[in-house]
């Protein structure tokens, strides 16, 4: 039911309707206590009956109001109506989206460039963070009526939220228009931040032509077919007006293998601009659709719409029902095993310009309230996989034996249900692609960076190693590199091939890029363990080139808690960030052979009094600790006159802690770094 202008949401008040979709409608509210208008998003009650939709909404939305960037759509507030219909209320965006301006004939190259320059700052931010968006494509980036024309992004969460609420690889709803959508997320395989890439990719070169890259006469499946198997269509061949350039810009954006992927959006952003640089080319396309720009074609009976300046068609993507396309849950094509995380693989076709293709199969969701379409996409699909091969740069996996801390494990096949136990070991699984049955958690619950990287439903043991619980969770491999006693591992073993530490001199430091490459290697995925360490390095260059004030600053850490202070020693995941980032760590911190851990205790807190240090980080774990406040502190530390800077988050304090992560550290350089250049300057 539409809700009519004057009713009232949690205090907001509807003044009209934005739009409407399968997923609910949208309305322009007036802010309970501030003198503007909201986007009030109401979803369906079909929806919000749905108890993992609810949780997975709830989770999401959450996670979409912690991102705070001048390109994403704000996320004010959440809740539930009294008919317990779920809302969410953001920033109300003023004017149009891009897919409005292809269709009305006014994007042109150098538009085009600048939209995706704003949206990959925008991606790139949210990606730091582990956040997917999931949807991207022109119908999602709003741009404003200013002659500045600002750049929004929108709608971050609700997709993934869906997406995961049904299940990727069963009958249900998938929330990225075809469109746009990578082949891996066809395909029914693992994504990551790459699949954003290449939407972002299809929704270029649909700004530069007016037209989706696999757009075909065959509707779906045909559109299906041609993301898992044909190369990426030529910009020039439609503009050849357009600087060649852009074809290999193009074609590397929508490479089948995410590897042969820009790996970051600025990157593919970076690339765009250099090619069509100094092009100002008009593309004109005539209007599809007559009604003013900015409102759907029809606009539920008695609502009348705002008046004044255009308005945004809210929402965009999953409400739009011009990019979705609904099929029958029963005309699906079969569904690939469950719990398959195999490594994806490549065929060798490989076109001029084009990264190696790949074809896949998934079984098809339907997207809801969206436009009908009956379709068979089996045989297509299945047409699809006789073409793949055993190729590509994910090579099949090879029988390996490892030695560990706890003797030799024969691993025979790539494994699809692993069970990552030891500290850092589900940030490494999942950093690879993999998702994990059983994860292990020191706190009892999965840090934020950690939970958002996860689509499965896995166990979350925490504390000691409940073997029961990880028998239940039926792995085919189970990867502890943590401290295992012998009885606890013959346990595991008896559940299924363990792996632990590999045999190594315990003077050395077992940091997470050890540990990456090690599970990479277990698990067939080594190669991408290697990429990921090196974009990792690339990626803390650029941190040190934009904090140069972090440059040559002397650094110590120390941790707080109820039971004492800890003088945090190098090497230790906390101190090798700080130097990584370019401070030096005070050297009368190193660890020595008397010390046990990675902190050690500070018997004597007079030594406070005397601290010499740059930059002083206090970790801070002791009951007083909260909203990164001084108060509760020793006294000692009154008497710091260098810049410091408290850490008391848990899931900062879980990304320090040993041995660290690739996922532990992108969120380090998106929340930790930040802080610490408020403090240094």
């Not at 001084?630 to 800077?645: D, E, R």
């Amino acid at each position: 039911m539409v809700l009519s202008v004057g009713t009232v949401v949690a205090g907001y008040t509807v003044e009209g309707v934005l739009g409407a979709g399968g997923m609910g409608t949208v309305y322009r509210a007036r802010n309970p206590s501030l003198p503007r208008s909201d986007a009030l998003k109401v979803l369906s009650a079909e929806l919000s009956q749905d108890p993992q939709f609810r949780a997975r909404f709830t989770r999401e939305a959450e996670l979409a109001a912690t991102l705070d960037h001048p390109n994403i759509v704000t996320v004010y507030n959440r809740g539930e109506t009294e008919a317990q219909q779920l809302w969410i209320a953001m920033q109300y965006v003023a004017g149009t989206d891009a897919d409005a301006e292809i269709r009305d004939g006014k994007m042109t190259a150098a538009r085009a460039a600048h939209i995706t320059t704003e949206v990959a700052k925008a991606l790139d931010y949210a990606h730091r963070r582990q956040l997917l968006h999931r949807d991207v494509k022109p119908a999602n980036f709003l741009l404003t009526a200013d002659d500045d024309e600002r750049v929004f992004l929108a709608d971050f969460g609700i997709a993934r939220a869906l997406d995961e609420a049904v299940g990727l690889t069963q009958t249900g709803m998938v929330m990225a228009s075809v469109a746009y959508a990578a082949p891996e997320s066809l395909g029914g395989l693992p994504v990551d931040h790459r699949a954003d890439i290449y939407s972002l990719g299809c929704s270029l070169y649909r700004m530069l032509v007016g037209k989706s890259p696999f757009t075909r006469s065959g509707g779906m499946a045909a559109m299906v077919a041609a993301h898992l198997s044909e190369p990426p269509p030529r910009v020039t061949d439609a503009r050849p007006d357009l600087p060649p350039a852009i074809d290999a810009v193009i074609a590397r954006a929508l490479a089948k293998d995410p590897n042969g992927r820009y790996q970051t959006a600025r990157e593919l952003a970076a690339a765009a601009r250099d090619a069509l640089d100094d092009t100002t080319t008009s593309l004109r396309v005539t209007p599809r659709h007559p009604a003013p720009h900015g409102w759907p074609s029809s606009t539920p009976p008695g609502v009348p719409r705002p008046s004044g300046q255009d308005a945004l068609t809210y929402p965009s993507g999953q409400f739009s029902g011009s990019q979705a396309t609904t099929m029958p849950a029963g005309q699906a094509p079969p569904p690939g095993p469950p719990h398959s995380f195999a490594p994806p693989q490549y065929p060798h076709h490989t076109p001029p310009t084009t990264p190696a293709t790949r074809a896949s199969r998934r079984r098809w969701p339907l997207i809801a309230g969206a436009v009908a379409v009956v379709i068979v996409l089996a045989a297509v699909v299945s047409g699809v996989l006789l073409t793949r091969g055993d190729g590509g740069d994910q090579p099949a996996y090879q029988a390996q034996t490892f030695t560990h801390a706890h003797g030799d494990t024969l691993v025979s096949s790539a494994p699809a249900a692993v069970a990552a136990l030891g500290p850092g070991d589900g940030d490494a699984v999942l950093s690879l692609g993999l998702q994990p049955v059983a994860i292990g958690s020191t706190g009892g619950a999965l840090p934020s960076w950690e939970k958002s990287a996860v689509t499965g439903t896995p166990a979350v043991l925490s504390g000691l190693i409940d073997t029961a619980a990880v028998a239940a969770a039926k792995p085919d491999l189970i990867i502890a590199t943590g401290d295992v006693d012998d009885a606890t591992y013959d346990k595991l073993k008896a559940i299924a091939p363990t792996v632990t530490r590999p045999v190594r001199d315990a003077s050395t430091p077992w940091t997470w890029q050890d540990q990456l490459t090690w599970v990479g290697k277990v698990v067939g995925r080594e190669s991408k363990a290697s990429s990921l360490i090196d974009s990792v390095r690339s990626q803390t260059e650029d941190v040190k080139n934009q904090n140069a004030a972090f440059a040559g600053k002397s650094v110590a850490a120390l941790g707080v808690s109820d039971t004492g202070i800890g003088e945090i020693l190098i090497p230790s995941n906390t101190a090798t960030y700080l130097e990584s980032i370019g401070m030096r760590y005070d050297d009368d911190l190193r660890r020595t052979p008397a010390d046990r851990g990675d902190s050690r205790p500070l018997q004597d807190q007079n030594v406070l009094y005397g601290l010499k240090t740059q930059v002083l980080v206090v970790l801070r774990t002791d009951k007083a600790a909260g909203q990164g406040g001084y108060g509760g502190l020793p006294v000692g530390f009154s008497a710091y006159t260098g810049a410091m800077v408290i850490v008391d988050s848990p899931d900062v304090l879980a990304a320090l802690a040993e041995p660290g992560g690739y996922l532990a550290t992108q969120f380090l350089n998106s929340t930790l770094v930040p802080t610490i250049a408020q403090q240094v300057r």
